[in-house]
């Protein structure tokens, strides 16, 4: 007999440290790797954007299956060449108005704001806070390499294509990591977390066009300079639910200040008659089939997600957001509580095996 050989107990002990040990050895590694994990998300996401749009020439012009694939994934490179092309070319000269002039307005609504005991304390707190940021970092790495941020946009788009050309390996693959009488309950979540995705970018795509489109006319009417750019860049920022429409907010007001009082309150008019607009009408219209998910939250949580992740993480936070709330929704209220909350409607990648071949394979010792 060896006396070294541990009991039941000691060997019950051993394994749950074990697994202690794996478990946070996985959970450092996913820390490190946060970064590389928020742009396969951002991946994920375009990879789902491709599949909208194959599915809508499909359905409604009859491509065939890999014909509409191929046009979906030409479709989102024209979309991102354009969009390259009215950065790069038709609004460079207005962007870089905005940009030269931006860090100077800020310095003078500091100063302005520096004028009372309370302004200034709120000025420094501002700024002790953003210089201490994870997202103040990035931006400053963001600002030093800009080749850095091109070269994760398309590893982006390159992880987007790859994952829209064959997702089904991706999908049998993440299921096979999970027990076999959990999948049919992962399986449905997972398609519920797809199908919410898609709508979600649908109704996220009409909200920032009506955004651009309204705010671009509203400060090319109010004589606000570089209007078209403005327009864009508050569209493209209504991606990012709060946090992004203000940020685009202040370099509009900025610019506008420095042409007189009336373009200025002609900007301030334009963003006030804007948000109850999009508030009040176009958001309630789109989003009437997507999952709702609370203001409050909804702004802590982007904000959360942000200070943890950076700025890809903030960029990607509303569509993270959404994924956290679906698949509590379809795994804990569903699944574990038995709240009738909806499936949605897919075909099955593994087929689940039945008892008696899985109990004669094990008899067998081939599992």
Not at 29 to 45: C, K, N, Q, Y
Not at 87 to 99: D, I, K, P, T
Not at 287 to 296: C, E, L, S, Y
């Amino acid at each position: 007999m060896n006396r070294l050989t541990p009991d039941a107990d000691d060997a019950r002990f051993l394994r749950r440290l074990m697994l202690m040990l794996v478990v946070a050895a996985v959970a450092a590694a996913l820390w490190r790797a946060g970064d590389l994990l928020i742009l396969a998300f951002g991946s994920v996401l375009g990879a789902i954007a491709i599949h909208a749009v194959a599915d809508l020439l499909r359905d409604h012009v009859r491509v065939p299956r890999r014909a509409a694939l191929a046009l979906a994934v030409a479709t989102v490179l024209a979309v991102v060449g354009f969009l390259l092309w009215l950065f790069g070319v038709a609004f460079r000269q207005q962007l870089n108005v905005v940009v030269l002039r931006l860090p100077g307005l800020i310095d003078q609504l500091a100063a302005w704001a520096s004028q009372s005991p309370v302004g200034e304390k709120v000025v420094d707190a501002v700024r002790a806070a953003f210089a201490g940021s994870r997202v103040a970092q990035d931006i400053g790495g963001l600002a030093e390499g800009v080749g850095q941020g091109l070269l994760n946009f398309v590893l982006v788009l390159v992880g987007a294509i790859f994952f829209a050309v064959d997702p089904r390996t991706y999908e049998r693959g993440l299921l096979l990591l999970v027990p076999p009488a959990r999948r049919p309950a992962v399986e449905d979540a997972m398609f519920d977390t797809a199908s919410t995705l898609r709508l979600w970018l649908r109704a996220q795509l009409i909200q920032m066009t009506s955004m651009g489109v309204m705010t671009g006319i509203g400060l090319w009417v109010a004589n606000v300079p570089s209007a078209p750019a403005l327009g864009l860049l508050t569209g493209l920022s209504e991606f990012i639910p709060y946090v992004g429409p203000l940020a685009a907010m202040l370099p509009a007001v900025g610019l506008a200040a420095t042409v007189g009082t009336g373009p200025l309150l002609g900007a301030l008019a334009t963003f006030a008659v804007v948000r109850l607009i999009q508030t009040n009408l176009v958001t309630p219209f789109v989003t009437a089939r997507v999952v709702a998910i609370p203001p409050a939250v909804t702004l802590f949580a982007i904000l959360g997600i942000g200070a943890v992740f950076g700025v890809f993480g903030l960029f990607f936070s509303a569509a993270l957001l959404v994924v956290i709330f679906q698949m509590v929704r379809s795994l804990y209220l569903r699944e574990v509580l038995g709240e009738p909350v909806p499936r949605a409607e897919h075909q099955t990648l593994l087929p689940p095996r039945k008892y008696s071949e899985t109990k004669k394979n094990r008899e067998g010792g081939n599992v």
